[in-house]
């Protein structure tokens, strides 16, 4: 079936320095990955996306790139802060209106 | 308008009892979607609709049902509830499939014991 690889399961950085979480996927016709941030007992939250014609995406202090070609994309954090904290998602959308998930990467920052 | 409102937020049930979960959504949203989050395991489709009327399995929809009779409301059962259903529940939705924004509810706890 399809798959969505997320590594690492735990990081833990710094405040102050640089956090990436990356996924790879195996389905090529895969269009569309989002990033969820969930903190603890919340829902999960997008933070941001990419699509499939766009190499790289930036938002203030987060960051996405893809690499179609190799099937994986990074989630990338600078000047990490402590509220950045929380468990993070990647995730990949597939033929057939169906999400998949990663298993999530426990980030914490430490003060 | 207060997005996608799961019910219950907790339940605990006795192995064999059924219940149901229940997911509204006032956006108007097509897509409807049910999904199970164990620890380590990530967010794993149940079930999912693409509109009303319509159902469609996910990556692990044994021992669970749903149904979608109306646009903005989404129920999951669960005809006999066993241990290994105790998780965390979490309700979907978005405006079409592809690449659009999922919005998630609140959650619902459930134990089975």
């Known amino acids: 079936g399809e798959n969505v690889e997320q590594h690492p399961s735990t990081l833990s950085v710094q405040e102050g320095d640089s956090a990436v979480i990356k996924c790879t996927y195996s389905?090529?016709?895969?269009?569309?990955f989002p990033w969820y941030k969930q903190e603890l007992g919340k829902r999960p939250q997008l933070i941001i996306d990419?699509?499939?014609?766009?190499g790289e995406k930036k938002d203030q202090r987060i960051a996405v790139t893809l690499n179609k070609t190799a099937k994986h994309f990074s989630l990338h954090i600078t000047e990490t802060q402590p509220e950045d904290s929380a468990v993070y998602f990647c995730?990949?959308?597939?033929?057939?209106?169906?999400?998949?998930f990663g298993t999530g990467t426990s980030l914490t920052v430490i003060p | 308008n207060a997005g996608v409102t799961q019910t219950p937020k907790f339940r605990v049930l006795k192995t064999g009892q059924s219940m149901t979960l229940l997911c509204a959504q006032d956006?108007?949203?097509?897509?409807m979607y049910w999904y199970r989050q164990d620890p380590g395991m990530g967010l794993r489709l149940i079930h999912y609709?693409?509109?009303?009327?319509?159902?469609a399995k996910g990556e692990v929809p044994d021992g669970y049902n749903v149904s979608r009779l109306k646009k903005q409301n989404f129920l999951l059962g669960l005809e006999s509830a066993a241990p290994s259903q105790t998780s965390v529940y979490f309700c979907?939705?978005?405006?079409?499939?592809?690449?659009?924004?999922?919005?998630f509810g609140s959650g619902t706890q459930l134990s089975v014991l």
């Open positions: 995730a990949a959308f597939y033929t057939g209106n169906q999400f998949y």
């Open positions: 990419i699509r499939s014609n766009v």
């Open positions: 389905d090529s016709a895969s269009n569309y």
């Open positions: 956006m108007n949203h097509e897509y």
């Open positions: 609709s693409v509109g009303e009327g319509t159902t």
């Open positions: 979907a939705s978005s405006t079409q499939g592809g690449d659009e924004k999922l919005f």
